[in-house]
């Protein structure tokens, strides 16, 4: 996989936010919210119902490989998804689009701390 800028992934997200947030406090949209989504269970983010029968029935966990193999074309990975997007087919958009999203987890994560104190 190649090396990701995040800054030019927050650009790439933009197609991706109408149905996605990457920040924790704006909670699910149309699609479930993808704050620290690496280590996840696929299909199983509580407060998210609207699943297809494919990801309920996942049993893996996003890395950011397979988030990378998924972006690629999602409709070929798992044909009976909802997801309406037709993925990142640009190489480097995946890998900037997913060290922006390592990079959001990892910003939002900081924020939570900060706010407990």
């Given at each position: 996989?190649?090396?990701?800028?995040?800054?030019?992934?927050?650009?790439?997200?933009?197609?991706?936010?109408?149905?996605?947030?990457?920040?924790?406090?704006?909670?699910?949209?149309?699609?479930?919210?993808?704050?620290?989504?690496?280590?996840?269970?696929?299909?199983?983010?509580?407060?998210?119902?609207?699943?297809?029968?494919?990801f309920?029935?996942?049993?893996?966990?996003?890395?950011?490989?397979?988030?990378?193999?998924?972006?690629?074309?999602?409709?070929a990975?798992?044909?009976?998804?909802?997801?309406?997007?037709?993925?990142?087919?640009d190489?480097?958009?995946?890998?900037?689009?997913?060290?922006?999203?390592?990079?959001?987890?990892?910003?939002?994560?900081?924020?939570?701390?900060?706010?407990?104190?």
């Open positions: 996989m190649r090396e990701g800028s995040a800054e030019r992934g927050r650009l790439v997200f933009g197609q991706c936010r109408t149905c996605h947030y990457p920040e924790a406090a704006l909670g699910h949209n149309n699609g479930p919210n993808l704050h620290r989504i690496f280590g996840k269970v696929a299909g199983k983010q509580e407060g998210f119902e609207y699943y297809s029968e494919t309920k029935q996942a049993e893996f966990v996003w890395t950011p490989e397979l988030l990378y193999l998924w972006l690629a074309d999602p409709l990975m798992f044909p009976d998804t909802t997801m309406m997007s037709l993925g990142v087919p190489a480097q958009q995946r890998a900037d689009l997913i060290a922006y999203l390592k990079e959001a987890s990892v910003r939002g994560a900081v924020e939570e701390s900060t706010s407990d104190e």
